[in-house]
């Protein structure tokens, strides 16, 4: 949903968008971090709600022990579903924040805002490869949150990067494998990583059988659709998976269905 209209209210918050921006800069830090979800949960593309979302992108005020910013994860998460490229210099800057789920947030909007701008950021945080890609101790990420960064950096057709992502296919961590593999896909079209990755449907971990859906749907590799509709899986993920099939073969094909699309229509009808 998106509004321009002050009057759009949901469920029993009786929350306005302008209620909700003039929220973002009230002294009550639990209706600043509301009011920044909110905003992106609805898609407020109102330029003031872009802008006092841009504004918390600095905030200071909401900070926890650790030293982490929810405002600013809210911020840039809802950022990401405003479709507003003035985001993209300020969630830029938010890459280099000490607070890992922040910079999670950032690349994630930045490849959702889909401006190579960011691409030398991005690449940055790569600095040091697989060797620096560890746990973090005492805290359950690693040192960069490179799942986010690698598909950011293959939604954003980031050519140039494909030396620094490539050794990212051999990490330890699954996760880590799949998003390098399916950056690395998107980069170059080499079916070998997209049947690298369509092997992890057959994962003994139902989460990470979940993020080679999600991966494949990204992709659009449409040689996996027979496999996503019998993975191990929730339909509402195989779904979601085949959506970005048949969505990826209506950009190619958008005046006729293909024989493809006709598939995947079919296997999804299967799921429901």
């Known amino acids: ?11 029993a918050t009786g929350l ?3 209620q909700a921006i003039a929220n973002l800069r009230s002294p009550d ?35 926890t022990e650790l030293g982490g910013y929810p405002l ?3 911020a840039a998460r809802a950022l990401g579903k405003l479709s507003d ?31 190579p701008s960011a691409i030398p950021a991005l690449v940055k945080l790569l600095d040091g490869g697989v060797n620096a890609a ?3 101790p005492g805290r359950p990420h690693l040192t960069q949150p490179y799942d986010s960064v690698l598909e950011a950096l ?11 992502i490539q050794p990212f ?63 191990r899986a929730e339909n509402s993920f195989k779904l979601l998976s085949l959506k970005g099939l048949l969505e990826s073969q209506l950009q190619t094909q958008p005046t006729q269905l293909s024989d493809s699309a006709i598939h995947l229509m079919s296997l999804m009808d299967s799921l429901l």
């Open 169 to 231: 296919t051999e990490h330890p961590s699954p996760k880590i494998q799949y998003a390098a593999l399916r950056a690395m896909y998107q980069l170059t079209q080499e079916d070998s990583y997209g049947q690298r990755l369509l092997a992890g449907l057959n994962s003994d971990d139902l989460k990470l059988r979940r993020v080679v859906l999600s991966d494949l749907g990204a992709i659009g590799y449409v040689g996996a659709a027979a496999a996503i509709a019998s993975c």
């Open 29 to 63: 830090l639990s209706l600043r971090y509301y009011a920044a979800w909110w905003l992106g949960k609805f898609r407020v593309r109102e330029p003031a709600a872009v802008d006092a979302l841009i504004a918390a992108l600095e905030d200071e005020a909401d900070r």
């Open 134 to 136: 560890v746990d973090v």
């Open 85 to 115: 490229r003035r985001a993209v210099p300020g969630l830029i800057c938010c890459l280099d924040c000490d607070d890992f789920y922040v910079r999670e947030a950032a690349a994630q909007s930045l490849a959702m805002l889909g401006d």
């Open 16 to 18: 306005t968008v302008a």
């Open 1 to 11: 949903m998106e509004s321009s209209a002050e009057e759009l209210e949901v469920g």
């Open 154 to 164: 293959g939604a954003l057709q980031a050519k140039s990067a494909i030396p620094l």
């Open 72 to 74: 600013r994860r809210n």
